[in-house]
């Protein structure tokens, strides 16, 4: 057995002054144990337990699963942490508490009221969450404002985002809405945004807008990821769309299609030529759980349909599939934890997939939808690596440890240590 890393080679190793060149003793996926070594960022070795020379650089692993990092391909660092910022509305049924459209009109009341700072302050402070839990890839989506200053939380995302550079790759996806002037997106662009996003069918002419938001990702020559069918009627189909334009001139960059609820309540055999579709045209999708289990549904309190895509037929289909935590405490969804394990335990309960399978969701399939290098704890693959104290990946999905060590390309970006608690006492 390696020996343990000492605290203060944990503190060098976190502060990037010594680099990881060896992970010890560490639990694959698979349940097998191994030895990684890593150079320049990558994983050039994977060795039996115990069989590579112990040195300053080498990190004791034993009892902790190693898996990908987190890749969050779907979040609003934007609106993240904003839950408080207004006064609660009523519960009522009439009051329209909890869907889509009234979530919308709160953040609008809240964002009117936001300067950079507040923006900068919330953004930041989720990101750094959530690189504590694992995750080191994120596209933020980020809300054009309505008004005379458009690009006020855009400017704060741009902020976080050079400022965290070294520790975690932000990748901002500009948000308008269906009113917002085209001249405005095409300022966001300008101003930082990284690829062009988008509600069509919030639209009043949603084949209208989709058209306006790819002729932008033409024009600038980036991906495209638009919110797409957020409601539970299956004859909204504005990621169909979606895929058609793609096929018919592909566009530049990923391209990529967040919630597609309608997909979860689409029959047969429609479903299967929309999945087709989407496979052909090479259209990654993103499911985000824990948001659409809160929006969606409350019109029907019998038998509640659930508000998620047809993760199934999608995965079945040969689609890329990613899954994100999208809302982190704000009107869109008042909890979450920003944790990829919390996605992945969420679409095992609701979506019905393996273990593995929603783990590669959060990890695996959000890297692809982003275009970024596969990552794990695989030859060749780069090292953004989450290593979880635990038994196996499902004691770690089921339990969502707190003792989490964390590395972005190969260096130690986060480390965390839960408490225990013994015969009633913390220790």
């Keep these: 057995m390696a020996a343990p890393t000492p605290p203060d080679l944990l503190e060098a190793l976190l502060a990037g002054s010594v680099a990881v060149q060896v992970l010890h003793n560490g639990t694959l996926a698979d349940g097998s144990t191994c030895d990684l070594r890593l150079q320049d960022g990558v994983v050039v070795e994977v060795a039996a337990p115990q069989s590579l020379s112990v040195s300053d650089g080498s990190l004791d692993l034993t009892g902790y699963v190693i898996t990908a990092a987190g890749a969050e391909a779907h979040a609003h660092l934007d609106k993240a942490l904003s839950v408080g910022a207004s006064a609660p509305p009523s519960n009522a049924p009439e009051a329209g508490y909890g869907n889509l459209h009234h979530a919308i009109e709160q953040w609008r009341l809240i964002s009117a009221g936001a300067d950079e700072e507040n923006y900068h302050r919330r953004a930041k402070a989720a990101a750094l969450e959530l690189l504590s839990n694992g995750v080191t890839a994120v596209r933020s989506h980020c809300n054009l404002i309505d008004g005379d200053h458009p690009f006020v939380g855009l400017r704060a995302l741009v902020r976080v985002r050079e400022e965290l550079r070294d520790v975690m790759d932000i990748e901002i996806a500009i948000l308008p809405a269906p009113w917002s002037p085209t001249a405005d997106i095409a300022g966001a662009m300008d101003a930082g945004a990284d690829i062009v996003g988008g509600c069509p069918h919030l639209s009043e002419d949603p084949e209208a807008e989709l058209d306006r938001l790819v002729e932008l990702a033409h024009r600038f020559g980036v991906g495209i990821d638009i919110h797409a069918d957020e409601q539970l009627t299956p004859t909204m189909l504005s990621v169909r769309s979606l895929a058609h334009h793609v096929m018919s001139k592909p566009i530049p960059g990923t391209v990529t299609a967040g919630h597609c609820v309608s997909l979860g309540v689409l029959e047969e055999p429609m479903l299967a030529e929309v999945v087709a579709e989407l496979a052909a045209a090479g259209v990654g999708v993103v499911t985000l759980p824990i948001t659409n289990l809160y929006l969606q549904g409350w019109e029907h309190p019998v038998a509640t349909p659930r508000g998620l895509t ?118």
Excluded: W, Y
């Design 310 to 427: 047809a993760v199934r037929a999608l995965l079945d289909g040969g689609v890329t599939l990613a899954a994100g935590g999208d809302n982190i405490r704000d009107p869109f969804n008042p909890v979450g934890r920003a944790d990829p394990l919390e996605t992945a335990s969420l679409l095992v309960v609701a979506g019905h997939l393996t273990v593995e399978e929603s783990m590669q969701a959060v990890t695996v399939g959000g890297r692809r939808v982003m275009g970024l290098p596969e990552a794990g704890p695989t030859v060749g693959l780069v090292a953004d690596l989450l290593a979880c104290k635990g038994t196996s990946l499902a004691d770690v999905v089921a339990r969502g440890p707190g003792d989490r060590v964390v590395l972005h390309a190969g260096r130690v970006v986060s480390t965390s240590v839960s408490r225990t608690v013994v015969a009633g006492r913390s220790a």
